[in-house]
C-alpha cells in the first residue's frame, strides 16, 4: 500500500492506494477519533456489488446506509435535504457524526457537500468506486450539486479527512465507466506530465485491460499531480488550480445541455472538451497541429468520443452559467503536451467553431 500525503496549511490527509485499503479503514476509524456513528453514502449499484466489503468497513462501529439515485442525478437539492433528515433522525447529543462515501464522483460530490453544510462541517472520508474517482473527483476537496441550468453550480471547498483507492473496486467496473476516468488520466497527461502522455501512448492496450501494474502506476501518477496542484493553490484563488478544468468548461455545458442523461457521461463530455479546447489552442496559434492531433489520437484509443449530436445554443447558455464564466470566457488552453495556461476572453466565435468541430452531422 502507498500513503500519499496532501500537505495543506489546515486539514492536510492521507491518500491510501492500494488492493487492500478498504481492509484498513476500521483500524482508521478505530485509532483515528473520527466519530462514533457512521452514515455510508452509496447507491444501489455500488451496494449490491461491493456489499462484503461496505460491511466490513462499519463492522465495528454504529451506521446508517443510505442509498441514493444513480448517476449526476444524485447531485440535487432534494438529495442533500434527503440525507439531512435522515442525519437529524440519528443525531443526538451522545454521537459525533460521520459521512463516509463509497462510490463514484457524483456520490463523493454529493457526500461532501452535505458533510461541508450540516453543522457547519462534520467530518468525512472518500472511497472512490469508480477510476475517475480515484484519479480526480475524490481529492481535493471540490463538493457540489447541480441545478438544471448548470453543473457544480451550488458547491463548498472542504477537505476529506482521508481518501482509501482500493484497486479490486475497478475489476466489477463496466467498461463505459472506465472510459470516464480514462478522460481525467488523459487530462492529467495533457496538463502537466508529457513523460505520461508518452506512456498512455504506449501502453492503451494495457492500461485499458487494467494490467495492475500498468493501472496502479497511471493512478498514482494522477494523485500526485493533483495533490501537488492542490497543495499550491487549495481553493482555486491563485489560478494554478484552474489548470485542472482543461476540456471541464465545455464539457460541464454539453452535460448540461443535455439535461445530464446517459447519453453523455462526464467522461465522455470532458473528452469532447479537450478535443474543443485543443482546436481553440491550435486556432489561438498557442500549439501546433501535431499536439492536437495527438491530443484526438489518444482521446480515440481509449474509445472516447470527439463527435456528438447537440444543441450549439443550449450548449452557449449553459456556458453563460458556468462559474468559470466570470466577466467573459475563461478557458484552459494547450502551449503543449504538458503544458497549459488559462485565457481570458476567448472570443464567442472561436466558441462556436470549436463546437461545430465536435457537432456530429445528421
Known amino acids: 500500500m502507498k500513503v500519499i500525503n496532501l500537505k495543506l496549511k489546515e486539514n492536510s490527509y492521507n491518500i491510501y492506494l492500494g488492493n487492500n485499503t478498504v481492509d484498513k479503514i476500521p483500524s482508521y476509524l478505530h485509532h483515528s477519533n473520527i466519530g462514533n456513528f457512521c452514515i455510508i453514502i452509496t447507491n444501489r449499484k455500488v451496494f449490491c456489488l461491493h456489499k462484503d466489503k461496505i460491511k466490513k468497513i462499519t463492522q465495528n462501529i454504529p451506521h446508517k446506509i443510505i442509498e441514493v439515485t444513480d448517476g449526476e442525478r444524485c447531485k440535487s437539492k432534494e438529495w442533500v435535504f434527503k440525507i439531512i433528515n435522515e442525519l437529524i433522525k440519528v443525531d ?12 463514484g464522483g457524483t456520490i463523493g460530490d454529493l457526500g461532501g457537500f452535505v458533510a461541508s ?49 482500493d484497486l479490486r473496486f475497478l475489476d466489477t467496473l463496466p467498461f463505459r465507466e472506465l472510459k470516464q476516468g480514462f478522460a481525467e488520466v488523459i487530462k492529467y497527461a495533457v496538463i502537466k506530465d508529457r513523460a505520461l502522455f508518452n506512456f498512455l501512448e504506449a501502453n492503451y492496450q494495457r492500461v485499458k485491460r487494467l494490467e495492475n501494474k500498468f493501472i496502479s502506476s497511471v493512478i498514482e501518477k494522477c494523485i500526485r499531480i493533483k495533490a501537488q496542484i492542490v497543495e499550491r493553490d487549495e481553493k482555486e484563488k491563485r489560478g494554478i488550480r484552474t489548470i485542472l478544468n482543461f476540456g471541464h468548461t465545455l464539457g460541464h455545458a454539453l452535460e448540461a445541455s443535455l439535461g445530464y442523461q446517459k447519453k453523455l ?9 479537450m478535443v474543443c479546447a485543443s482546436f481553440i489552442s491550435f486556432s489561438l496559434g498557442l500549439c501546433s497541429k501535431k499536439e ?18 447537440f444543441s450549439p445554443q443550449r450548449v452557449l447558455r449553459s456556458l453563460s452559467l458556468d462559474k468559470k464564466f466570470i466577466g467573459g470566457i475563461r478557458i484552459v488552453l494547450l502551449e503543449r503536451i504538458g503544458k497549459t ?6 472570443s464567442l466565435d472561436l466558441i462556436k467553431k470549436s463546437l461545430r468541430i465536435i457537432k456530429k452531422l445528421g
Open 341 to 346: 495556461k488559462v485565457c481570458k476572453d476567448v
Open 117 to 165: 453544510i450540516y453543522k457547519r462541517g462534520i467530518p468525512y472520508i472518500q472511497v472512490p468506486t469508480t477510476l475517475l474517482g480515484c484519479v480526480d473527483a475524490s481529492i481535493g476537496g471540490k463538493t457540489a450539486i447541480n441545478l438544471k441550468e448548470a453543473k457544480n453550480i451550488v458547491g463548498t471547498f472542504y477537505q476529506p479527512k482521508s481518501v482509501f483507492v
Open 292 to 309: 492536437k492531433e495527438r491530443i484526438e489520437k489518444l482521446i480515440e484509443l481509449y474509445s472516447l468520443p470527439t463527435k456528438l449530436s
Open 92 to 103: 443526538d447529543i451522545e454521537k459525533k457524526v460521520f459521512i463516509i462515501c463509497v462510490g
Open 265 to 273: 457521461t462526464h467522461g465522455e463530455a470532458v473528452a469532447l472538451g
